[in-house]
């Protein structure tokens, strides 16, 4: 128990509780732990419970229909992840993946208001953890709003400046996110440039094998054979005459 305590204690969302409120926690949760690219819960699962990551490293994706993904967010230990299902209800609005060997701790809607009926105050605790993560959605949008506007202008040079592993701040976060996304972008860009060069090429090779065809039809024609002979007995003529 002690040890699930002193997990709990690395918690951004639980940080600043005394160790009753915490050990009341402890016994509430559970223990997972996941393998690389083994998901937690996938968008549209029902939202029952709140995850805490201990160990490793945790993407939240929303996958595309071709069957790609788009990573929003990359969370690591003491991170919350699913917390808004405690209180709406609602489904999943993301999916969300191992991105290494991870291990997290599970807590229930059930067990998590019956905590709240015995201490009030991890209600607080938990209203300025999610008032973090409204500030990071913000800094999120704006900084999408920067980048897309730079995109739109061609300039790419936002993400060769971007350094992952220096992402400490809100801000730094936000752009790394955006970083995977945008050089997505990139590339459906560079291949759009190939396929546009490659229907050049077609084009041309189509017109001079379209110019080739109209001269073998326009010299196999009898009005061409018959020119084709005058202009050969004008030369003789010209010929005997010198």
């Not at 015995?118 to 959605?137: H, I, N, W």
Request: aromatic fraction near 6%; include cysteine; hydrophobic fraction near 40%.
């Amino acid at each position: 128990m002690n040890s699930q305590i002193t997990r709990l204690k690395k918690a951004f969302l639980f940080q600043g509780l005394p160790n009753e409120v915490l050990e009341a926690l402890a016994q509430k949760m559970t223990h997972h732990k996941l393998t690389e690219n083994e998901v937690l819960f996938r968008r549209g699962d029902r939202g029952d419970a709140l995850y805490i990551i201990d160990e490793g490293r945790l993407k939240i994706v929303r996958e595309e229909k071709q069957g790609g993904e788009v990573v929003l967010n990359l969370c690591g230990p003491g991170e919350a992840i699913g917390e808004m299902s405690l209180f709406d209800q609602e489904p999943r609005s993301a999916s969300v993946i191992a991105a290494t060997d991870s291990e997290v701790l599970e807590l229930k809607r059930e067990a998590f208001f019956e905590l709240l009926d015995q201490r009030p105050d991890v209600s607080l605790v938990l209203l300025q953890s999610l008032s973090s993560r409204l500030r990071f959605a913000s800094t999120y949008i704006q900084k999408a709003i920067e980048w897309s506007k730079k995109i739109a202008e061609g300039d790419y040079s936002i993400m060769e400046q971007m350094q992952p592993e220096q992402a400490e701040s809100d801000e730094d976060k936000a752009g790394q996110m955006l970083s995977a996304f945008f050089q997505m972008v990139k590339g459906v860009k560079a291949r759009e440039d190939q396929l546009k060069q490659e229907v050049q090429k077609l084009a041309l090779a189509i017109d001079e094998a379209r110019r080739k065809q109209e001269f073998e039809e326009l010299t196999g024609t009898e009005f061409y054979s018959k020119l084709k002979l005058q202009a050969q007995r004008i030369r003789e003529q010209r010929k005997d005459k010198s």
